[in-house]
Structures are given as C-alpha cells and as structure tokens.
C-alpha cells in the first residue's frame, strides 16, 4: 500500500481547516491544482493537530501523481486560492 503525501505546509489563513497547518484529516488536489477541501467559514475545524494528508490528486499530469494518489514526500499549499505549490507536470 502507498503511503499517503502529508501537508508538510499551508499558508492559507483563511481556511477553515488551518490551524498552525493542516488540521483536515485528508484533502482533494483537484484538476486545477488547488485544495478542493479549502473553505472560508468564522470557525476552525479539523483534527486537533495539524496532521493533514493528500486524500486524493486529480491531477493527473503531475510528477507526483500515481494512481490518482500523491506520492510526495511532502505537499505546500499557499495562496488566496489553497494552490498546491507542490504540483509538477511531467
């Protein structure tokens, strides 16, 4: 079984989800290359350790995309947008 790419960062503030770092327990890369769990609300939620994964990548000409599953060592999300600043194409 593949190990699952951790969030090593998250520089989106106004997530939901962002709390000193990733606090969903997996997030969705999806095929524009930004997190598609991404949501702006007046709360905070999440795991209560920033410990977030990739769940899911669809993007499927990214260097790090085997089998729809991020295989990074690590994954930086950033922007206004929740860009992955991982994403490599092939």
Known sequence: MAAVAPISTCT???CAFNNGGCTAF???VDGAAVCSTFITLDARGGLPVAEGHVGACQRLECAHNIDLM???DGVSIGGDTAACLSYEAN
Do not use: G
């Open 70 to 72: 991020c295989t990074a």
């Open 26 to 28: 997996a997030i969705t």
């Open 12 to 14: 989106t503030t106004s």
